[in-house]
Antibody, heavy 119, light 114 residues
Framework: EVQLVESGGDLIQPGGSLRLSCAAS????????MSWVRQAPGKGLEWVSG???????YYADSVRGRFTISRDNSKNTLYLQMNNLRAEDTAVYYC?????????????WGQGTLVTVSS | DFVMTQSPDSLAVSLGERATINCKSS????????????LAWYQHKPGQPPKLLIY???TRASGVPDRFSGSGSGTDFTLTISSLQAEDVAVYYC??????????FGQGTKLEIK
């Protein structure tokens, strides 16, 4: 059974750093395209970052230069390192798997982890 | 960049009636080499992760009731719920995955019971 479990969300002050984790089971992270998607309070879904084949990484303009996506194949885990956090980064962050081992739609999602950036 | 625009922003439908949500892409998401539309639909309820309903514009995901259907091609797409049930109250999003990276979601359509 495919499962994604996020962790690491917290209340953090503006300018602070946080690392989110997404532990996968039932499939191999290194063989799949993976992304982080967030939802700010009262807002819609926003794609944040993706880790694709060949180790290619992608970022939304709103987080480029502040966030870094990575993975640990030995732990079958995806990460999102978030630096210089801003109030507008407050959101539930979801880890999601792209379908068919390609850069396609998201077929599995984690339950999400809440990041609150506030002083 | 792709821009996905949904209409309406909110919708109230009576139980048992049809609900229709539209999604328009700023560029075609039809890939000519395989004749597939790179468009998906999601249902999102509070406190839950988004749920995949439709992919390739019209293929229903596993376990999704057949009252949900997707149609359209190129730049214009529709999600139809043929007979609204109480459990269908949610926000619905379209997503294009034609581009790399994908991730252009529509702004969402909030569906409520009238």
């Amino acid at each position: 059974e495919v499962q994604l479990v996020e962790s690491g969300g917290d209340l953090i002050q503006p300018g602070g750093s946080l690392r989110l984790s997404c532990a996968a089971s039932g499939f191999t992270v290194s063989s799949n395209y993976m992304s982080w998607v967030r939802q700010a309070p009262g807002k819609g879904l926003e794609w944040v970052s993706g880790f694709y084949s060949g180790g290619n990484t992608y970022y939304a303009d709103s987080v480029r230069g502040r966030f870094t996506i990575s993975r640990d194949n030995s732990k079958n885990t995806l990460y999102l390192q978030m630096n210089n956090l801003r109030a507008e980064d407050t959101a539930v962050y979801y880890c999601a798997r792209h379908a068919e081992q390609m850069n396609y739609y998201f077929d599995y999602w984690g339950q999400g982890t809440l990041v609150t950036v506030s002083s | 960049d792709f821009v996905m625009t949904q209409s309406p922003d909110s919708l109230a439908v009576s139980l048992g009636e049809r609900a229709t949500i539209n999604c328009k892409s700023s560029q075609s998401v039809l890939y000519s080499s395989n004749d597939k539309n790179y468009l998906a639909w999601y249902q999102h309820k509070p406190g839950q992760p988004p749920k995949l309903l439709i992919y390739w514009a019209s293929t229903r995901a596993s376990g999704v009731p057949d009252r949900f259907s997707g149609s359209g091609s190129g730049t214009d797409f529709t999600l139809t719920i043929s007979s609204l049930q109480a459990e269908d109250v949610a926000v619905y999003y379209c997503l294009q995955y034609y581009s790399t990276p994908p991730g252009a979601f529509g702004q969402g359509t909030k569906l409520e019971i009238k």
